[in-house]
Antibody
Framework: QVQLQQSGPGLVKPSQTLSLTCAISGDSVSNPTGAWSWIRQSPSRGLEWLGRTYYRSKWYFEYAVSVRSRITINPDTSNNQFSLQLNSVTPEDTAVYYC?????????WGQGTTVTVSS | QAGLTQPPSVSKGLRQTATLTCTGNNNNIGNGGAAWLQQHQGHPPKLLSYRNNNRPSGISERFSASRSGNTGSLIITGLQPEDEADYYCSAWDITLNAWVFGGGTKLTVL
């Protein structure tokens, strides 16, 4: 049974970096048919896809235009996980953050992490 | 900010049929179809259907989907109390190179 387990702080100060990790069990971050996304959800913005990484003989990275200048998604093959870094956060980045699996559909989601940006 | 358009709410009676709609364009739903997600309060979204009418293992046959042009539909038959939830559509947009979502429809089972 495939599971995604998220970890990371729930409170980040403005201008600092939001960092979350998604640990994968039952699948591989290097799966050549897979893809690994970060998505966030807030009352004001709804569900918003942030970006993804996937492996097809080499690593690919795709990011949403809205966060492209501030985001990094990194695969970690040693620990079979992937991470999200979002720089220079503001209160508008307050949301529930999810990791998710899927290339042609988002078929499995992590449990979600509520992240609040506040001093 | 939703890329796909969904009605905010739908109400139907117990054991009735609900049809939820989602409108996109030629670059998303019109290209690769829609996927449907169910979300209960406090839980992550759960995939119900993808590429218009493929159901993941374990999803009830009461959930089915279809597409007509740039509009996708989720049909839920024999409504049960546990079907009361928020439903989101999603699709890959080939010009944005991104997943886009609808704003969600809150389904109330009366």
């Amino acid at each position: 049974q495939v599971q995604l387990q998220q970890s990371g702080p729930g409170l980040v100060k403005p201008s600092q970096t939001l960092s979350l990790t998604c640990a994968i069990s039952g699948d591989s971050v290097s799966n050549p048919t897979g893809a690994w996304s970060w998505i966030r959800q807030s009352p004001s913005r709804g569900l918003e896809w942030l970006g993804r990484t996937y492996y097809r003989s080499k690593w690919y990275f795709e990011y949403a235009v809205s966060v492209r200048s501030r985001i990094t998604i990194n695969p970690d093959t040693s620990n079979n996980q992937f991470s999200l870094q979002l720089n220079s956060v503001t209160p508008e980045d307050t949301a529930v953050y999810y990791c998710a699996r899927g290339a042609s559909s988002l078929d499995l989601w992590g449990q979600g992490t509520t992240v609040t940006v506040s001093s | 900010q939703a890329g796909l358009t969904q009605p905010p709410s739908v109400s139907k009676g117990l054991r009735q049929t609900a049809t939820l709609t989602c409108t996109g364009n030629n670059n998303n739903i019109g290209n690769g179809g829609a996927a449907w997600l169910q979300q209960h309060q406090g839980h992550p979204p759960k995939l119900l259907s993808y590429r218009n009418n493929n159901r993941p293992s374990g999803i009830s046959e009461r959930f089915s989907a279809s597409r007509s042009g740039n509009t996708g539909s989720l049909i839920i038959t024999g409504l049960q109390p546990e079907d009361e939830a928020d439903y989101y559509c999603s699709a890959w947009d080939i010009t944005l190179n991104a997943w886009v979502f609808g704003g969600g429809t809150k389904l109330t089972v009366l």
